[in-house]
Structure formats: C-alpha cells, structure tokens
C-alpha cells in the first residue's frame, strides 16, 4: 500500500488545530471552572438535589442573609420540600477571578410550584430581570466552592 505524501502546508494547518482543540481541551480558564460550579448549582436546585448543592459550599459558608453551611442546609430541606418544579432563571452572569477568588455577579429569578396551594410563587428575584444576587466563590483544595451570597 503506498501512502501519498502529505503537503507541508496542509501538514502545519493540521497541526495547528490539533494543538488548538488540545489546549482548549486540557487548559480550561479559572472563569470557566467558575461558571460550570455555578451552573451545576443551578442545575442541582432545579433536580432538588441536595447534596450536590451543598458538595458546592464550603463548609466556611457566610452570607448577607444570616446563613451558615447548616442553616442553609436547612433552608434548601425545607424548600425542597415546599416546592416543585422549581426553575432557576439566570439571564445576566458575570464572573472575575482573582488569585483563588472569584466573584459572580448575576441576575437570578427562582420561581416554583407551592405544593400546598399548588400555585406557582417567586421564591427570589421578583423584577422583570430577576435580582442582583452576588456569589463569592474561593479555591479550596483546587474545587471552587461557594463561600457567601450577597444580595
């Protein structure tokens, strides 16, 4: 079987995207970390999957509203089981990182199914656009957890 001789051009053009598509593969940005966490929580809310949402909180957690890593445990029990169908809107999101610190500030609006009433009810982010919620997140042995929540 003979093999025909590959252009040089063609063999550095082929090259080049190999190493392209190998660098976005194995050198993803700190931002980008950031927003999967960020979105595996949003995700994990809407599954009522309680332990993937706290696997997402350090267990430092501290926030503007009163809560700790337990009171918010709590409060996402409770939630889980006043509600259905819950859906998380996130139409604004901007994330910066800093030396093992991010901040993500969104626009969020959560909304769900009250299972007593069976009404639907906005549990946050009554505008239009939903509410400024602001998510600090820290590096803590190489995972980014959620470390406080700020309105």
């Known amino acids: 079987m003979r093999f025909k001789k590959i252009h040089p051009l063609l063999a550095i ?8 598509l190998l660098s976005r593969l194995l050198f993803i940005p700190e931002w980008k970390k950031v927003d999967r966490v960020v979105m595996t929580g949003k995700k994990a809310v809407e599954n009522e ?3 993937t949402v706290m696997s997402l909180v350090a267990e430092e957690y501290g926030d503007d509203f009163g809560m ?3 009171r918010l445990e709590k409060w996402f029990i409770t939630h889980f089981r006043n509600y259905d169908d819950i859906k998380v809107f996130i139409p604004y999101k901007k994330i910066t990182v ?3 610190v991010a901040v993500c500030s969104l626009r969020v609006s959560v909304r769900a199914l009250n299972q007593s009433t ?10 239009a656009w939903g509410d400024e919620l602001i998510l600090d997140l820290k590096k803590i042995n190489k995972r980014w957890l959620f470390t406080k929540a700020k309105p």
């Open 68 to 70: 700790d890593y337990e």
């Open 118 to 127: 069976g009404e639907p009810e906005v549990i946050y982010g009554y505008s």
């Open 49 to 51: 999957d309680l332990a």
């Open 13 to 20: 053009i082929i090259g080049i995207i190999i190493f392209w």
């Open 98 to 100: 800093d030396d093992g």
